[in-house]
């Protein structure tokens, strides 16, 4: 069973601080990796993705992918109260021969404190 | 450019009953997939469509199935609805493939008294 596995929270900072969110993934193969915010009530929104190794910034936002710890983080700097959501990690997963599907985990909850 | 779009937005059935979903995706994109979202077991991936064919299916009771159509259009079905059932249908469409960024609709809230 293909995981993908996050601490479901809730992660609590102060404003203008910088938020840390991680995820870790099972499938070796995976090839793609996105961050995605859901406010309550609402459908994900994508924020990030990321292939390749290493860090690829957005904004106040940093996506981070080490694929031999099979590790991806997200950095949210200078947080905002508007950030208080929850994020989820998606990770392409095989799911079959030449199938992938993509595999959520289950969420951290994020609360920026004014 | 127009996002995905989803009708009905909210349901009430009653168990036992059948329901279509329906999803539009973004202008140009082929790939759509369709997810269930519940509190307990977050987003799982049912199923994605590509060029009117499935694709890929996660693992769901046959009750759940699907179509697309040569407009890109899908439909998801689910028949003799459980209690279970309850929950966020989501779909996403992205250009090619779900290693793609896929982009998600605002969802169809279903409810089985």
């Known amino acids: 069973q293909k995981e993908v596995e996050q601490n479901s929270g809730p992660l609590s900072v102060p404003e203008g601080a910088i938020a840390s969110l991680n995820c870790t993934y099972s499938?070796?193969?995976?090839?793609?990796f996105f961050w995605y915010r859901q406010y309550s009530g609402k459908s994900p929104e994508l924020i990030m993705f990321?292939?390749?190794?290493g860090d690829k910034e957005d904004g106040r936002f940093t996506a981070q992918l080490n694929k031999a710890s099979q590790y991806v983080s997200l950095l949210i700097r200078d947080s905002q109260p508007s950030d208080s959501a929850t994020y989820l990690c998606a990770v392409n997963e095989r799911s079959g021969a030449g199938s992938y599907q993509l595999t959520f985990g289950k969420g951290t909850k994020l609360s920026v404190i004014p | 450019k127009a996002g995905v779009t989803q009708t009905p937005r909210y349901l009430i059935k009653t168990r036992g009953q059948q329901v279509t979903l329906s999803c539009s995706p973004i202008?140009?994109?082929?790939?759509v997939s369709w997810y269930q979202q519940t509190p307990g077991q977050g987003l799982q991936f049912l199923f994605e469509?590509?060029?009117?064919?499935?694709?890929n299916k996660g693992n769901f009771p046959g009750r759940f199935s699907g179509r697309q159509f040569s407009n890109s259009r899908s439909e998801m079905n689910v028949s003799t609805l459980e209690l279970g059932d309850s929950a966020l249908y989501l779909c996403?469409?992205?250009?090619?493939?779900?290693?793609?960024?896929?982009?998600f609709g605002p969802g169809t809230r279903l409810t089985v008294l």
């Open positions: 202008s140009g994109h082929r790939s």
């Open positions: 996403a469409s992205s250009l090619l493939a779900v290693y793609n960024e896929q982009f």
């Open positions: 499938d070796r193969g995976s090839q793609s």
């Open positions: 990321i292939y390749s190794n």
């Open positions: 469509y590509f060029s009117e064919t499935q694709r």
